[in-house]
């Protein structure tokens, strides 16, 4: 990460906890580094661990959401906070998991690109609805929501569109760069 470009340096891994440095460390095996988001969860060790937990359960543990449209609705949301580390994590995931270059650029444009179904379409509706605080989710948005969502899938959506805005929002209040996760 470079020096000055965050509101606050990261963490000094060596300060951290045991627990803590080794959750940094696998993540730097898996990823070539630590995640940067982590290295400033670790300023308060609680939060990182509740933040671990969190990510594995509506990310990893999520089954009703299908994988590529987490991705996307994730990207949506990090584009409407203005997190670079989130936009670039997630279209890189949305990539692995086989979504097209084209897509993941017509998501500002979702609702009139023909890449995207209609269930696609309300989700990411629903994931601007819920991301833009001075509006609402209106009973016809959701509505149209179940007609293509059952009770337990909107939950998991909510809760992935809810972390995410938390996420992404911590992230660009300090500033913190992209790891050059996705390239085209």
């Given amino acids: 990460m470079q020096d000055g470009k965050t509101r ?18 696998e993540q730097r095996k898996l990823w070539g580094a630590p995640l940067y988001p982590y290295l400033f969860y670790a ?18 543990e999520a089954a009703r959401v299908p994988d590529t449209l987490r991705a996307l609705v994730n990207r949506r949301v990090a584009w409407s906070n203005g997190c670079e580390y989130c936009q670039d994590a997630h279209a890189a995931k949305a990539s692995r998991l086989g979504v097209s270059t084209d897509k993941i650029d017509a998501l500002n ?53 809810a972390w995410q805005n938390a996420s992404s929002r911590f992230n660009h209040a300090f500033r913190i760069p992209s790891q050059g996760f996705w390239t085209r």
Avoid: G, N
């Fill in 43 to 60: 300023r308060h060790p609680p939060y990182l661990r509740a933040a671990k937990k969190m990510w594995a359960a509506l990310q990893e």
């Fill in 8 to 25: 606050i340096p990261p963490v000094d891994v060596e300060t951290c906890p045991d627990d803590l440095r080794e959750t940094l460390e």
């Fill in 109 to 161: 444009d979702y609702a009139k690109s023909p890449l995207f179904s209609e269930a696609e379409r309300v989700a990411l509706e629903y994931a601007d609805a819920i991301t833009e605080t001075r509006c609402d989710v209106d009973d016809e948005l959701f509505a149209r929501l179940q007609r293509h969502y059952d009770d337990d899938t909107i939950a998991e959506l909510t809760m992935i569109i």
